[in-house]
Structure formats: structure tokens, C-alpha cells
């Protein structure tokens, strides 16, 4: 199992693109996760999916919007990037309880 | 905000037992005690969970205290590769509280 995948690893962006944070798990976990870490704190939760279908608000959410069509796939979307979205971005997911897996990161910068 | 306390920061030589406190005294009779570290710069990894008993794994010990206000978190015989930043946080299984909030967590630094 490769576990939890994310790309890209890397990415500059200018104030107002947008992009999309590919994140894919290849262990049938029905939930899924998206934190964001800023240097020298802990994880702050953006958004998660109970399931394919459903999403939901996180502590931070603001300026980003996800989807889940599939049980593999959680993409996050930047619509207008701004520099305060210049953050390190991790991908989870878990079957029943909190024992989370993690992906390898994305590092944003927003310039 | 995050319902645990920890220490900032952690020595501990090579080889011997690494003992990381955690208090959590507002935590609720259906809420968990979970362990993760995260390496520089790598995504989290899942350490080991407990409600009330002790829990042990080949990774670690959890020792939770009877009135379940605090635990600690053992690693038997510490390596350099357990340098790393040690968070404690408490978690129900379902409902509102079930998202884990992340506090600062614990540096910890094996030395030689």
C-alpha cells in the first residue's frame, strides 16, 4: 500500500491563482482530513470528510473548499491565493477512530 | 483550543527511557488520550492511543492515570531517530468532539 499520497511536494503561487491539493489514500479509510501547519505550530484542521459525499467545516476553512466524489480522492482548492495561505498542507485519513495517516506534505508559498 | 498541557521542551540521553508527561484535566469520561510525533518536516505519525487502562505497543507505553487527568507517554530505549515533536491530545471516537486539536507539543531531544 502506498498509503497516503500528496502532490505536488513543492508550489510558488502569486497572490490571486488558485490551485488544487491532490490527496489520495489507497487504504479504503472512509475519513479524510486537511490540516495546514504554520511554522512553529501545531496542525490546524481545514476540512474533513466523514465519507464520499459528505464534507465538513474544520477550525480554518476560510479560502479553501473541498470535495469528496470518491472514497480514494480529497482534493483542496485555493481559489485566491493570498499570502497568509503560505503554509505546510497535510493530507489524513483514518477508518473508525483517530488513528490518523498522514501524508508527506505540500509546502505553499504565496508571493 | 487545545485541552492538553505539555512541556515545551525534552532532553534525554540515547538509550535510556524517555518518560513525556501530558496533563489533560478537563477530559470527559468517552474521550481518548492519543499519542503522535512528527519528525522535522515529515507528516504526523500515530503513536498509540488509550481511554483508561495502560496500552503498550512496539513503539511505546501509555501509562494514564486512574482519575485520568494526566498521562505519560514511555519510550523504552530512546534513539536519535525519536528526536522528534511529541503531541498529546485527548479525542472522543464520534460526534463534535471527535477532530483532533493539536497544541504545540513536546520537543524532544535525544542526545548521544
Known amino acids: 500500500n502506498a498509503g497516503v499520497t500528496q502532490t505536488p511536494k513543492f508550489r510558488i503561487l502569486k497572490i490571486g491563482q488558485s490551485m488544487t491539493l491532490q490527496c489520495t489514500q489507497d487504504?479504503?479509510?472512509?475519513?479524510m482530513y486537511w490540516y495546514r501547519q504554520d511554522p512553529g505550530m501545531g496542525l490546524k484542521l481545514i476540512y474533513y470528510?466523514?465519507?464520499?459525499?459528505?464534507?465538513d467545516k474544520g477550525e480554518v476553512p476560510n479560502g479553501y473548499n473541498v470535495s469528496r466524489s470518491t472514497t480514494e480522492d480529497f482534493p483542496l482548492r485555493l481559489e485566491l491565493a493570498a499570502p497568509s495561505q503560505t503554509s505546510v498542507y497535510f493530507c489524513?485519513?483514518?477508518?473508525?477512530?483517530?488513528?490518523?495517516?498522514f501524508g508527506p506534505g505540500t509546502r505553499l508559498t504565496v508571493l | 483550543d487545545a485541552k492538553t498541557t505539555q512541556p515545551t521542551s525534552m532532553d534525554c540521553a540515547e538509550g535510556r527511557a524517555a518518560n513525556l508527561p501530558c496533563n489533560h484535566s478537563?477530559?470527559?469520561?468517552?474521550?481518548?488520550v492519543y499519542w503522535y510525533r512528527q519528525i522535522h518536516s515529515q507528516g504526523p505519525q500515530y503513536i498509540i492511543h488509550?481511554?483508561?487502562?495502560?496500552e503498550t505497543n512496539e513503539m511505546a507505553s501509555l501509562i494514564i492515570t486512574e482519575d485520568r487527568k494526566s498521562s505519560t507517554l514511555i519510550l523504552p530505549h530512546a534513539t536519535l531517530r525519536d528526536t522528534a515533536v511529541y503531541y498529546c491530545?485527548?479525542?472522543?471516537?464520534?460526534?463534535?468532539?471527535?477532530?483532533?486539536?493539536w497544541g504545540l507539543g513536546t520537543s524532544l531531544a535525544v542526545n548521544p
Open positions: 487504504m479504503n479509510h472512509n475519513y
Open positions: 489524513a485519513s483514518s477508518y473508525l477512530n483517530n488513528e490518523q495517516f
Open positions: 491530545i485527548v479525542s472522543a471516537h464520534a460526534g463534535n468532539n471527535r477532530k483532533l486539536i
Open positions: 488509550g481511554l483508561k487502562n495502560n
Open positions: 470528510s466523514v465519507g464520499a459525499g459528505i464534507t
Open positions: 478537563t477530559i470527559s469520561g468517552n474521550e481518548y
